[in-house]
């Protein structure tokens, strides 16, 4: 059994002020708390993992290749692999939310180690 508390893991910048810190990682899943900056952007990007989520706290609108919904508390989301999404924080606050990747990101694993 492995129990994580969130605080005694530290952050990294996954891309400028956006903040992560990977608070658990098996053979085939990470969770992965990401920290938006208020008005805070993660750029259009794509990865060949699944990923999976969760808003913790905050207010973004997330898009995809031929969508955008705002998602808020409480709303949980999915990008397929290989999809092209972004996110943009709507609020003056820091957004939560937590990832779930399934592989784990090596890269994140690999910044986390620094």
Request: net charge negative; charged share 30%.
């Amino acid at each position: 059994m492995q129990i994580i508390r969130p605080t005694s893991v530290k952050p990294f910048s996954l891309l400028g002020e956006v903040e992560g810190r990977i608070v658990l990682s098996g053979d085939r899943m990470m969770f992965l708390l990401v920290e938006l900056p208020p008005r805070g952007v993660v750029p259009e990007h794509s990865h060949p993992h699944e990923q999976m989520g969760l808003c913790l706290r905050g207010r973004a609108e997330f898009r995809s290749e031929d969508e955008r919904t705002v998602v808020e508390e409480g709303m949980f989301y999915r990008f397929r692999s290989g999809e092209k999404h972004s996110v943009t924080s709507l609020i003056d606050s820091p957004c939560l939310f937590l990832d779930v990747f399934s592989p784990p990101r090596e890269d994140y694993l690999e910044r986390a180690r620094q």
